[in-house]
């Protein structure tokens, strides 16, 4: 009897970033489902993944998004939380957008992934105990690093944060593991603009055959080495 493909739920698909990670895990031989707001299912069908529209700003979408992706794929093994939503305005005027708008950027960005965690450790207990499941969050320097001109989604960013890092303590070591997994310039340790596909998913897929926890943080370069924020430095 042959052993079921693992799936892995790619949220926030897109044609960098998302884009690159589906097709390694697909590579990897996973079922995958990808899931955006705006998405052409025929499209990431050819492609040969379930393609499952959603708003991540309206938790019945989320829940939705859920249901279908268990009833067609399975419960996920692995869950890539890539979402964003992001309203600029300046530095020097923080506060000029409304509230409604502030609110989904923060929605968006962090807050869902709350539900987005609880539904990823309700699939990981249905799943085999040898099997890793992971769940890793797209991130970025903001719990870090104050951007005035991108308040909302920095504020997304700190929940998104502190939700790995909650869930990581209490979960981690039942082997249902969480990630919050960023991106930087190896020589600067700022930002890398734009962000290198290839190195999200080559890190997220080697974060997630990971069999301990291991540090909730996962900083890493364009080249997809690992990345002491602290130190400065590249480890390795």
Not at 103 to 121: C, P, S
Not at 198 to 212: G, I, L, P, S
């Amino acid at each position: 009897m042959s052993t079921p493909k693992p799936v892995a739920f790619v949220i926030g698909y897109g044609p960098n970033v998302g884009a690159a990670i589906a097709r390694k895990f697909k590579s990897e031989g996973f079922n995958v489902a990808v899931s955006a707001r705006k998405l052409d299912e025929n499209a990431v069908k050819e492609d040969g993944y379930l393609g499952i529209p959603a708003d991540f700003g309206d938790i019945a979408s989320v829940r939705n998004a859920f249901n279908r992706l268990e009833s067609e794929l399975g419960p996920a093994a692995a869950i890539i939380y890539n979402a964003y939503s992001a309203s600029n305005t300046t530095d020097d005027d923080p506060l000029a957008n409304p509230y409604e708008t502030f609110l989904t950027n923060v929605t968006v960005t962090g807050v869902t992934l709350y539900e987005v965690a609880r539904r990823a450790k309700a699939g990981f207990e249905k799943l085999p105990s040898d099997t890793p499941r992971a769940l890793i969050g797209t991130g970025n320097l903001q719990p870090w690093i104050t951007f005035p001109f991108a308040l909302g989604m920095s504020v997304g960013k700190r929940a998104m944060a502190n939700i790995v890092e909650a869930s990581a303590a209490a979960y981690g070591p039942l082997g249902y593991r969480f990630y919050f997994a960023h991106e930087v310039n190896g020589e600067t340790g700022g930002p890398q603009v734009p962000p290198t596909g290839q190195a999200h998913a080559d890190v997220f897929y080697r974060t997630w055959k990971q069999k301990e926890q291991g540090p909730w943080e996962v900083c890493f370069t364009e080249t997809g080495a690992l990345y002491d924020r602290a130190a400065g430095k590249v480890v390795s």
